[in-house]
């Protein structure tokens, strides 16, 4: 059985900062490629960020300059680091770990974490 927990996420005020947490646990020894998603109601869920094991790092880029990702392996996880935050960044945030880094298909995901952004 694969867990995976996210935390971090809230209210917060157009420029500020919030740093989203997530670890997975359970029979996963290794995961390559561990990300962060997003989705808008009604929109499909799209790619934030990913790192892989070895800390190559990608993003989309609506947020470079501005989220920073990065990951412990020997804990399975990864983080967000989110600035100069926006109205347009608010969504429903998820984890996805990845052991073979084949895609959002091959990923167990936590449950999701609400970010808002609004004055």
């Known amino acids: 059985q694969v867990q995976v927990l996210e935390s971090g996420g809230g209210l917060v005020q157009p420029g500020g900062s919030l740093r989203l947490s997530c670890a997975a646990s359970g029979s996963i020894p290794h995961i390559y490629v561990m990300g962060w998603y997003r989705q808008i109601p009604g929109k499909q869920r799209e790619l934030v960020a990913d790192?892989?094991?070895?800390?190559?790092?990608n993003y989309v880029d609506s947020v470079k300059g501005r989220f920073t990702i990065s990951r412990v392996n020997s804990q399975n996880a990864v983080y967000l680091q989110m600035n100069n935050l926006k109205e347009e960044d608010t969504a429903v945030y998820y984890c996805?770990?990845?052991?073979?880094?084949?895609?959002?298909?091959?990923?167990?995901w936590g449950q999701g974490t609400q970010v808002s952004v609004s004055s």
């Open positions: 790192i892989t094991r070895g800390g190559k790092a």
């Open positions: 996805a770990a990845d052991p073979m880094g084949i895609g959002p298909d091959g990923a167990y």
